[in-house]
């Protein structure tokens, strides 16, 4: 007889994990097998995915992912170029940004506890959490400078330089050999260590790994903060770009996309490949990388003019579509505002007007956009649901193609 159990994870910031537990048959030795699937929002959706399984709702408080969440909206709603309408919703989610900047370093000798500064740097949540994340940092810093050009009667007052180059300082300290950034802290232990991995549901968690995802977003916040304060650490910074340039290129796929460790999944971490690339100066032109990712995202565009990709492309580590090679509406804006940055609305912008299309005619009477499949991804088994995902991306990808169309010269 095989005893089968799905506990359901429903954390308190609106990620939802499913984890199957144990698989065991009675009489032999207890034993747990994990295994991670994508699920749907509710218990309805639960039974329909897991069929006759027992399932449990037990209630797990998480740390949020607030800053990370804020960080992109912040970018989706400057772009929108509304400063004058919505200055009320712009000052408190750069008040919460300031605020949220971890201005300290962890108490004592840390560093003889194995701990990394964390002074300047940016958590997934907010500063109580006290470990920032290298993407995070990066996306903050790729707002906050923005709010500085901006009236602060409209705003709020700007950041101190000083903060910045604290914001800066965490970043550089972050980068691998490799020229790639890790999410958490900086590479210290050799790969082999990953062979004792205990864990069966969770992939490269024994140490660290450069993500191309967090090599991308701090390629791009160094290029902005170069270009305002080109005289801080001007040789480190230079370097830290050109290294993290290299590491992306080095890492692209055969079929020219890159893996994405923390969004589903080649779609994702393309979209962040060709961003990094591109604020580095490259172009489609100039950068065989680009031009490849170019060709795979069009190459695995939907017949209605999205894009849609598995779960399973991130266990399985090949690019799988959705089944029906139907479409998801965050996924179609990563890969449309990739395909922007690769100046592909001066080449043919026809799989673009699709894209467009297809965003625009699935907005809700209410302005919202449907929650469909879950878009966010960790340690390569476990799926996770942002919920402000199908409202930030899909409206930042459409005032991407709305300026771009207008305006076609792009670079």
Known sequence: MVVRTVVVLELENGFLIAVEQPAYHLGERLGFQFLVYMIGLDATQCLQNFGNFLIFFPSVQSFGSQTWDCAFAVQALLACNLTDEIGPILMKAH??????????NPPG????????????????????????VSDCTAEALLCCPYFSMLPPEIVGEKMEPERYYDDVNCILSMQ???????AWEPRRAPSWLESLNPIEFFDEVIIEHDKVECTASALKAMTLFKKLY???????????????????????????????????????????AISGL??????????LAIRKATDFLLKIQCEDGGWGESYRSCPNKKYIPLEGNRSNLVQTSWAMMGLIHAGQME???????????LLINSQLEDGDFPQQELTGAFMGNCMLHYPTYRNIFPMWALVEYRSKFQSPKIF
């Open 95 to 104: 008040d919460f940004l300031k605020t949220s900047q971890v201005t300290d």
């Open 230 to 272: 080109p005289k801080h650490k001007a040789k480190d910074v230079e370097n830290f770009i050109r290294n993290a340039a290299k590491f992306i290129e080095d890492t692209q796929k055969l079929d020219g996309s890159w893996y994405g460790g923390w969004g589903i999944c080649f779609t994702y971490g393309t979209w962040f």
């Open 109 to 132: 000798d840390f560093e003889s506890m194995f701990r990394h500064a964390s002074k300047g740097g940016w958590t997934f949540s907010n500063k109580d959490h006290g470990w920032p």
């Open 176 to 182: 691998s050999k490799t020229g790639g950034v890790p």
């Open 347 to 357: 080449r043919d912008p026809t799989p673009l007007h699709r894209d467009a299309k």
């Open 278 to 287: 591109v604020a580095a100066k490259k172009t489609y032109s100039n950068c």
